[in-house]
């Protein structure tokens, strides 16, 4: 690849001051920090030649594969006395392979071929390096860029395992076309299955994939691929940053599943998490060289106080090598398309968002408490992945609300595409807990859908991973809890319990969908109202699996009304999809009737009609409209086949009048059933243009 330099652009916060006038007073802060990122790009092209040849540190450091068969070993640890290599290759002897001490903390070591010309090491044997402390301790290792780890059942920690296959996996397919509406599956192979196990990637190509292509969705958030020791920890305790989780299967078999979703049209992102790391030793980054401070800061700044776990220092040159890189390696090996960049909050400022409740002020986002070296980081890690990859999609979980997250780098922004609708879920739940279906504040839950920061993309959710975990429920089991056990078949009548949870089940998430964001996101098996909770073996349930897992096996199972909710989730999608309105402009909301219950919005040429009263059903309701024409429903939560009650009549058209009515110049009249959501469009409109 040709040499990638640094085109340098002028700032220009022209745009976003004219929106956000109250951020001029903080204008100083803004050039400060792209001056900071213009100088870390400059000083890559000093010192690396060029950002491309930089990030790929994975190509020149750990293990090698030279053209003769020889292993090249490169490391960085500074705080090391002494460095060795050891494992199966050489019976486990300390100290007979030593590594040569080179410039600025490095080391390296080069083990030639046997005589017969084939590796001294061989695929899948066990590794480990010896680190001789300047105390005369030794430690034994894994290399931070180790691309395979593994476990024995008789052991605790993981153990450096050679990854080098004769015939490694090959691609056959490209990436697809990046999607104009983002319909997001949020997925964790392990528990991808309804067995009592860890389920495999090659499960998750098998069975999962198919699923997801049916729903509608075009891109898999996949979680708990980066490996960590310990299960429970839903992935977000990293402890090796290369390696693709072995308790799935292998490196091939996760190749293999993102390939697979390619040729499906489905783009994959990564979670990734370089936020913090694993405070484990003997298989983490911890303290790899002997010191406090290798990877991370030293002393009480490079320890995260409620996670227990490690902070990286973005000031660190090899550091930064480190992370860039791994970026790097999950879009080239792997071919990922993108990334949700976990623990957001947590970078961007020195309290790492503990205790803080993010109200909104303007000074909240700028001063000493913003760790500037990890915003930095974010822009650069942004610039890069976006530069290299035009088509990649890179998302930030952050429950701050900083301004500009999510705009260009050059229009004051830190690069993101996307950023999470954290308050979204917890607003509904909120409601759930706390509220009859009588006092629901539709005003309330309006705002909360659409109060985003305008220009900046956000995903919006009802429920993630977050709210499945023990210790809450899902959406369904809130609505239905344990009358899920007893009463879901189809055979039989609804009970008013069932009926209800059904119904606002599916309000629920076509509102978020439609006025919630410029991108929607489903938890696995959410789609059609898993039951129970998500808990991952612990001594705490006796290192049960049984809610480690999703229960796809309730959708083969035809009588009951779980396939209904799936039914819906599947033909909302595939509306969006037709219609596009994740992609078009944000809603304009016409009717939020408190005392009717009723909301009534148009977003990309489009209508949405939703009537959540929990009794009352209306005949000839006038509804608003900006452009005049036949308008046919699309979709109706109260289908029979999503386990409504039929109440209306598809084949009725519904013909505008030129009544102006809630500031539309148009109008017509319709029968919303309680409890219902309808989606509309105009008969007289080519919505493919």
Request: proline share 4%; hydrophobic share 35%; with cysteine.
């Amino acid at each position: 690849m040709a040499t990638i330099r640094y085109k340098s652009e002028l700032l220009d916060l022209t745009d976003f001051f004219d929106m956000e006038p109250s951020l001029r007073q903080y204008e100083g802060d803004f050039h400060r920090r792209y001056r900071l990122f213009e100088e870390r790009l400059r000083q890559v092209e000093q010192m690396e030649g060029d950002f491309d040849h930089f990030t790929k540190g994975y190509q020149a450091y750990g293990v090698q594969h030279q053209p003769n068969n020889g292993l090249f070993f490169r490391e960085w640890a500074p705080g090391a006395e002494m460095l060795y290599l050891t494992g199966d290759f050489n019976n486990w002897s300390k100290t007979s392979h030593p590594f040569t001490k080179k410039d600025y903390g490095k080391w390296e070591l080069y083990v030639p071929p046997r005589r017969d010309k084939s590796p001294a090491i061989e695929h899948e044997s066990k590794l480990k390096l010896v680190i001789l402390t300047k105390e005369g301790e030794y430690l034994f290792r894994i290399s931070p860029w180790a691309k395979y780890v593994t476990k024995r059942l008789d052991s605790v920690t993981y153990d450096w395992t050679h990854w080098d296959p004769l015939h490694p996996y090959l691609h056959q397919y490209g990436r697809p076309a990046k999607p104009r509406s983002l319909r997001i599956y949020e997925a964790h192979v392990g528990i991808a299955s309804p067995e009592q196990d860890i389920a495999t990637y090659k499960n998750f190509t098998l069975n999962v994939l198919p699923r997801i292509k049916d729903l509608g969705y075009n891109c898999i958030q996949l979680m708990a691929v980066m490996e960590h020791a310990y299960y429970a920890s839903f992935g977000y305790q990293v402890t090796n940053f290369f390696a693709a989780s072995s308790r799935f299967g292998t490196p091939e078999d996760l190749k293999r599943l993102v390939d697979t979703a390619h040729s499906l049209g489905l783009y994959v992102i990564l979670d990734v998490v370089h936020s913090h790391a694993s405070s484990n030793t003997d298989d983490g980054l911890n303290q790899f060289d002997g010191t406090d401070s290798c990877y991370f800061h030293g002393g009480p700044r490079g320890k995260h106080s409620h996670w227990g776990s490690r902070l990286f220092n973005y000031s660190s040159w090899e550091v930064f090598r480190f992370l860039m890189s791994n970026l790097r390696w999950w879009m080239e090996e792997y071919r990922f398309d993108g990334f949700r960049f976990d623990g957001v909050t947590s970078m961007l400022y020195h309290h790492h968002g503990i205790g803080m409740s993010f109200c909104g002020n303007y000074s909240e986002y700028f001063g000493m408490h913003v760790d500037e070296d990890a915003l930095v980081h974010l822009m650069v890690s942004n610039y890069v992945l976006h530069t290299l990859y035009p088509e990649c999609i890179t998302i930030a979980e952050d429950v701050s609300g900083m301004p500009g997250l999510c705009r260009p780098i050059t229009k004051g922004g830190l690069g993101f595409d996307y950023r999470l609708a954290m308050a979204v879920p917890d607003k509904w739940i909120q409601i759930l807990k706390e509220q009859r279906d009588e006092e629901w504040d539709l005003g309330n839950i309006v705002f909360t859908l659409t109060n985003r920061r305008r220009e900046e993309g956000s995903i919006a959710y009802s429920e993630s991973h977050d709210q499945a975990l023990v210790g809450d429920k899902s959406l369904a089991f809130w609505l239905m809890d344990q009358e899920m056990y007893t009463n879901m078949s189809a055979l039989m009548p609804m009970t008013p319990v069932i009926d209800r949870g059904m119904q606002l089940h599916k309000i629920i998430r076509l509102l978020t969908h439609s006025l919630g964001g410029e991108g929607y996101l489903n938890f696995m098996g959410n789609e059609f109202g898993h039951p129970e909770w998500l808990d991952f073996p612990r001594k705490g349930n006796n290192e049960s699996y049984r809610y480690a897992r999703r229960q796809y096996d309730l959708l083969d199972m035809e009588h009951l009304r779980y396939r209904q909710l799936y039914a819906f989730d599947r033909a909302m999608n595939r509306t969006e999809d037709k219609y596009g309105w994740l992609a078009a402009t944000p809603a304009v909301v016409s009717t939020v009737n408190q005392e009717d219950k009723v909301i009534v919005f148009e977003r990309s040429k489009v209508l949405f009609i939703l009537n959540l009263h929990p009794t009352h059903s209306y005949s000839d309701y006038r509804v608003p409209v900006a452009l005049p024409g036949k308008y046919t429903i699309k979709l109706d939560s109260d289908d029979v086949q999503f386990g409504g009650h039929g109440r209306l009549a598809h084949d009725t058209e519904y013909f505008t009048e030129p009544m102006s009515f809630k500031d539309q110049p148009h109008s017509f009249k319709i029968y919303i059933p309680c409890r219902t959501a309808l989606v509309l469009a105009n008969e007289d409109m080519d919505y493919c243009c």
